[in-house]
């Protein structure tokens, strides 16, 4: 019995040791979520970006880790399942106890993820381009507000460079982003004149693939004698069967310009761009940007993927920007803990990939430089227009009447994300 009790304790001894092992193994260790869809209608953009971030945090761990430690990435599947995106932030944050989530693409998965992370307190970096009227404690949105993607679009096709377009499609994939985005806009070209009649606006599937009705109807409006231009906010693969059925109907840049939001150089690897040279896309970032920032960039995502044909864009640079952003507010903070990452984050800067200075505002949007650019033969973009110098990111638009008196600063005491009280206020919200 001696003998046995004996036993008892020495396992027990041993389990709380492996226990105490394994608590001090996980706390030598900072774990980067990765949330971006693997599989599904949204792989062709996304898969790159968890690629990315392994990159990213294989390049930290070369320079020593984070705060004396070794970087995790944790890299899960949502697989372009809207509510799924909402079950793997909670395994990310509750079971992996990560310090930090990069990911999401379309708007309806973080709107999916923006309950889970608020509740767990966790930290959130956005990297695309969405469509504003959201601002969260826990986000920080990498990616283009309207203001620095959709509204200079529709600004420079309205302008003499541009083509001075008087008639507008709007085609959109049937969620919150295109809808959003369209809503802005329509408002944004009636302040300008644009008559109800001159705009016409269409939504799709994801995954949408018959596109010959639709660009038949562009067509028919675009034969009223005005100049007409296509801003499309698709998402996904059915990019691919749009721009293919574009070329069939021998809709030329030159006579129904198309400018993108959500098309960059990853979504036009698989496609034969000759038919589509002279269409534009608006982004932060292109591949084709000559910096020596950019060079380098290039150079380490090649030696990375074991691929020089692979090409770089625009979500992949805030990715970039918003990762090591958090690395400077994680040293300064001397902690990974959310609410003093979050504070650290306010003036952030770090060098962008096109030239000039990223800089994290406390309305958690950058300000960053604004380009359009042609397609090219090789599927890279020629930058036709740019900002001079950075824009900053607004997460409430100016042109919805209801946003336009909200303001977002989450900086403490002032911590707020909708308020329309003067900032003297302390407001919890």
Same mark, same amino acid.
């Given at each position: 019995?001696?003998?046995?009790?004996?036993?008892?304790?020495? !396992?027990?001894?041993? !389990?709380?040791?492996?226990?105490?092992?394994?608590?001090?193994?996980?706390?030598?260790?900072?774990?980067?979520?990765?949330?971006?869809?693997?599989?599904?209608?949204?792989?062709?953009?996304?898969?790159?970006?968890?690629?990315?971030?392994? %990159?990213?945090?294989?390049?930290?761990?070369?320079?020593?880790?984070?705060?004396?430690?070794?970087?995790? !990435?944790? +890299?899960?599947?949502?697989? @372009?399942?809207?509510?799924?995106?909402?079950?793997? %932030?909670?395994?990310?944050?509750? +079971?992996?106890?990560?310090?930090?989530?990069?990911?999401?693409?379309?708007?309806?998965?973080?709107?999916?993820?923006?309950?889970?992370? $608020?509740?767990?307190?966790?930290?959130?970096?956005?990297?695309?381009?969405?469509?504003?009227?959201?601002?969260?404690?826990?986000?920080?949105?990498?990616?283009? =507000?309207?203001?620095?993607? &959709?509204?200079?679009?529709? $600004?420079?096709?309205? @302008? $003499?460079?541009?083509?001075?377009?008087?008639?507008?499609?709007?085609?959109?994939?049937?969620?919150?982003?295109?809808?959003?985005?369209?809503?802005?806009?329509? =408002?944004?070209?009636?302040?300008?004149?644009? &008559?109800?009649?001159?705009?016409?606006?269409?939504?799709?599937?994801?995954?949408?693939?018959?596109?010959?009705?639709?660009?038949?109807?562009?067509?028919?409006?675009? @034969? &009223?004698?005005?100049?007409? =231009?296509?801003?499309?906010?698709?998402?996904?693969?059915?990019?691919?069967?749009?721009?293919? $059925?574009?070329?069939?109907?021998?809709?030329?840049?030159?006579?129904?310009?198309?400018?993108?939001?959500?098309?960059?150089?990853?979504?036009?690897?698989?496609?034969?761009?000759?038919?589509?040279?002279?269409?534009?896309?608006?982004?932060?970032?292109? %591949?084709?940007?000559?910096?020596?920032?950019?060079? &380098?960039?290039?150079?380490?995502?090649?030696?990375?993927?074991?691929?020089?044909?692979?090409?770089?864009?625009?979500?992949?640079?805030?990715?970039?920007?918003?990762?090591? %952003?958090?690395?400077? =507010?994680?040293?300064?903070?001397?902690?990974?803990?959310?609410?003093?990452?979050?504070?650290?984050?306010?003036?952030?800067?770090?060098?962008?990939?096109?030239?000039?200075?990223?800089?994290?505002?406390?309305?958690?949007?950058?300000?960053?430089?604004?380009?359009?650019?042609?397609?090219?033969?090789?599927?890279?973009?020629?930058?036709?227009?740019?900002?001079?110098?950075?824009?900053?990111?607004?997460?409430? @638009?100016?042109?919805?009447?209801?946003?336009?008196?909200?303001?977002?600063?989450?900086?403490?005491?002032?911590?707020?994300?909708?308020?329309?009280?003067?900032?003297?206020?302390?407001?919890?919200?």
């Amino acid at each position: 019995m001696k003998k046995n009790l004996l036993s008892l304790a020495a !396992a027990g001894a041993f !389990a709380v040791s492996m226990a105490l092992s394994g608590a001090a193994n996980a706390a030598d260790t900072i774990k980067v979520g990765v949330l971006h869809s693997l599989s599904g209608t949204m792989a062709i953009s996304e898969t790159t970006l968890k690629d990315t971030m392994l %990159m990213l945090v294989d390049d930290l761990n070369k320079k020593g880790g984070l705060l004396g430690k070794k970087v995790e !990435a944790v +890299v899960v599947d949502p697989a @372009s399942n809207w509510p799924l995106f909402a079950e793997k %932030m909670r395994e990310l944050l509750s +079971v992996h106890k990560v310090d930090v989530v990069f990911g999401n693409w379309t708007s309806v998965s973080r709107k999916s993820v923006l309950p889970v992370v $608020e509740e767990l307190n966790g930290l959130l970096f956005y990297p695309v381009q969405y469509e504003g009227e959201e601002s969260s404690r826990n986000v920080f949105y990498t990616g283009a =507000a309207p203001n620095q993607q &959709a509204i200079p679009a529709v $600004e420079y096709l309205m @302008s $003499e460079d541009g083509g001075e377009a008087k008639r507008w499609v709007l085609l959109g994939t049937d969620y919150v982003y295109p809808r959003t985005t369209n809503k802005i806009l329509r =408002a944004f070209l009636k302040s300008k004149g644009v &008559a109800e009649e001159d705009i016409m606006e269409n939504y799709t599937p994801f995954g949408h693939s018959d596109w010959q009705t639709i660009v038949a109807e562009v067509k028919k409006f675009a @034969s &009223a004698g005005k100049k007409t =231009a296509v801003v499309s906010t698709i998402n996904g693969d059915a990019n691919v069967p749009f721009y293919k $059925e574009l070329g069939n109907q021998g809709i030329k840049a030159e006579d129904i310009p198309v400018v993108a939001f959500s098309v960059g150089e990853e979504e036009l690897a698989g496609l034969d761009t000759t038919p589509l040279v002279g269409h534009l896309a608006a982004w932060n970032y292109f %591949m084709s940007v000559e910096d020596r920032n950019n060079e &380098a960039f290039i150079k380490k995502w090649h030696a990375f993927i074991k691929d020089e044909k692979r090409v770089t864009n625009d979500p992949m640079e805030a990715h970039y920007i918003g990762f090591n %952003m958090w690395v400077q =507010a994680v040293k300064q903070a001397g902690t990974t803990q959310v609410d003093a990452v979050r504070q650290a984050m306010y003036g952030q800067k770090f060098p962008n990939l096109t030239g000039g200075v990223a800089v994290m505002n406390t309305n958690h949007h950058l300000s960053k430089p604004v380009l359009i650019g042609e397609i090219q033969p090789d599927g890279q973009f020629d930058t036709v227009w740019q900002t001079d110098g950075v824009v900053k990111g607004d997460a409430w @638009s100016d042109f919805i009447p209801e946003s336009a008196k909200l303001t977002a600063d989450w900086t403490f005491p002032w911590v707020c994300g909708n308020c329309t009280e003067p900032k003297f206020k302390t407001l919890i919200n």
